[in-house]
């Protein structure tokens, strides 16, 4: 297969005629040469709003078919800046405003919340809709005649947000050539043919579903199967009817699966080729649940956004599958280091460092970050881990505090600073505690300045966060346990105060 070094490369590769997605609500089917239509025309319709090389085409869609044709359209007119579409109004501004977007892309009814942070930021609102044939279009867009220049490898195809446990969250901009080579790596690693037909259950404003799932199938000319929305209810039944051979999801997804199989093997999954996890740790005893119940090998990936995913994986059998490890690096060098920038050997540990042509060149506008994330050539992921006598990775631990909620990573700083907003908060920090079904759940301790109940915190926190940011528990306490230097470790505050309330 020819290297691709931009998004319109990747759409030509598969035959016009090949089935390109699959709708199962409707049963809409997209060949390539639809799939391809759909998005020129939108690129345009794109530079004919003003949207040229470099502007940020902020969207905030719903996974399906308008989703994926917004995205790979504002790749090639400007660049995308995907949005989750559960933010809250004050979430929404500083990520228009963070990204510099030009205009942003809607659905046609909802998103009120999107269309306010647009209002107040002087954003230009547009809607996409698709008609009952599966025809993706922007509502109201100008005539002027204008085409999307194409772009080239080190142009910006997308700009997503990375949370940092110390910071904001660090714009992440991510080339055509990055896109091309991590959808390769993806390709190659699953051996991933035009007879391949995945099903996409990942939001599609994150790099898991956006690569792993949408554009590596695209690229080897298969079959993306893309419902509006993930349920374990008719999961199986989209699989069995289009006979899809593999997904990728994250782990609180396939618990939900295992859940509703109850033990029986579900119709369909004789299809599966394989089953990959990613975005978070796969608990071994899960990964056994899942092969003995859907008769498919699991592959445990590592991803990051910085790397446009995938870095590590898992090989397909007769390749030896390890548990508790995420595998060889996949079209990436992978190395271990320690705090001065050496490379250690083999069984010891430190920090997982990568490189690579799909690996990001720097933050955006973050010299800070940057010095403190690129050395020597390497890009430090802040995970602690070792490589074994294989160069498998094993991952022991993060350094970066984040807490990640079912595959969605959350800077608890950004929860502290909501939290200090209210005004009878003196000090707090937020931190994750093991949660069965999501892996982590967010929580935090507070110290108050003048009485109030946990519930009114609450409120306040469900106001300016997304559901999934928002702490379930709040614990009032006295005093939060800081180091000698006064240093607050997030992991000691979970275990004294989480573990002693519990």
Known sequence: MPNVTNIVELLNVAPAENTAMILPETGIRLTYKGLREQVMTMADALANAGIGRGDRVATCMPN?????????????AGTAAPLNPLYRHDEFVFYLEDTAAKLLLCPPDGADDARAAAKDRNVPVYSVEMDEKGFVRLVGAPSSGQKAQMPGPDDIALVLHTSGSTGRPKRVPIGHGNVGASAQNIQKTYALTPNDVTMCVMPLFHVHGLVASVLSTLLSGGAVVVPTKFSPLSFWRFVRDSHATWYSAVPTIHQLLLTRAGGNKPDGAENLRFIRSCSAALPPEMMEKMEQTFGAPVLEAYGMTEATHQMCSNPQPPSARKEGSVGPGTGVQVGIMDEVGNLLLPGQRGEVVIKGPNVVKEYENNPEANAKSF?????????????????YLVLT?????????????????????????????????????????WGEEVAAAVVLSTPEKESVILAHCKEKLADFKCPKTVYIVEKIPRTATGKIQRGAVAASIAGAKA
């Not at 399906?64 to 090639?76: D, R, S, W």
């Not at 050395?375 to 294989?390: H, K, V």
């Open 375 to 391: 050395t020597n050539g390497w890009f430090r992921t802040g995970d602690q881990g070792y490589l074994d006598a294989d160069n």
């Open 64 to 76: 399906g078919l308008p989703a994926i044709v917004t995205f790979l359209a504002a790749t090639i």
């Open 397 to 437: 631990g993060r350094i970066k505090e984040l807490i990640v909620r079912g595959g969605e990573k959350i800077s608890p700083r950004e929860i502290d600073e909501v939290l200090l907003a209210h005004p009878s908060v003196a000090e707090a920090v937020a931190f994750g505690v093991p949660h069965a079904t």
